[in-house]
């Protein structure tokens, strides 16, 4: 049973551009998590998603940033008209079932460098 | 709002000592409270996970520890090794969100 894949594990993007970052979540899995790690910072939620819906945004950057989880496919996190505070690792997450209490995974990172 | 907090920010030991790093969080309303290691430029491991109806953990030579009342956790390693050093973060699960510390940069000097 493969973990959680994260792709691209590195991403270099000039300002103004979009950045995409992949997770797929482990199998059987159908909550998927996403986290920010900003340089010299702790991690910070940012989204959590089940198929086809968004639970919770509340760590999500108002404006330029999505994200999604599609009944097929993996979660994508979108950045759009990226900036150099971008620059961090995401890290993505799942588990089974949702709520607290439950054991999540997380997939080893997306490291993110704005130009 | 839960805030965790992780001192030391840093910390530097020879070989072969023990030592406790330590976690504390606001809100005592937990489900569970994980502790990960990280390496330079690389993802997270899991390490060990306390149930909020639990006391401590252990795995080999780390042993964590969980006193909801006080909002404390810390963790236990014996005996240190070279191949201890990294980052290590703590991070309190509190309605389906990780709350995470900043972490605390260990150095063990051979």
């Known amino acids: 049973n493969a973990g959680v894949m994260q792709n691209p594990r590195h991403l270099v993007r000039r300002r103004g551009q979009e950045a995409r970052l992949r997770c797929s979540p482990m199998?059987?899995?159908?909550?998927v998590y996403w986290y920010r790690q900003l340089p010299e910072e702790g991690l910070k939620f940012m989204v959590y998603?089940?198929?086809?819906?968004?639970?919770?945004e509340s760590g999500m950057p108002k404006e330029r940033f999505s994200a999604e989880f599609p009944k097929e496919g993996p979660s994508i996190l979108r950045i759009q008209q990226v900036v150099r505070g971008d620059s961090a690792a995401y890290f993505c997450?799942?588990?089974?079932?949702?709520?607290?209490?439950?054991?999540?995974?997380f997939g080893e990172g997306s490291w993110l460098t704005v130009v | 709002k839960q805030e965790v907090t992780q001192i030391p920010a840093a910390l530097s030991v020879p070989e072969g000592e023990n030592l406790v790093l330590n976690c504390s969080f606001t809100?005592?309303?937990?489900?569970?409270l994980q502790w990960f290691r990280q390496d330079p430029g690389k993802g997270l491991t899991s390490l060990l996970l306390?149930?909020?109806s639990q006391r401590e953990q252990t795995s080999g030579r780390l042993n964590a520890s969980l006193d909801k009342s006080s909002g404390r956790s810390t963790l236990y390693i014996a005996a240190s090794q070279p191949g201890d050093s990294a980052t290590y973060l703590c991070?309190?699960?509190?309605?389906?969100?990780?709350?995470w510390g900043a972490g605390t940069k260990l150095i063990i000097k051979p």
């Open positions: 997450a799942s588990s089974t079932t949702g709520g607290s209490g439950n054991t999540i995974y």
């Open positions: 199998k059987g899995h159908s909550h």
């Open positions: 998603l089940q198929k086809e819906n968004i639970i919770d």
């Open positions: 809100d005592s309303a937990i489900y569970n």
């Open positions: 306390i149930q909020s």
């Open positions: 991070a309190a699960d509190s309605n389906y969100q990780l709350i």
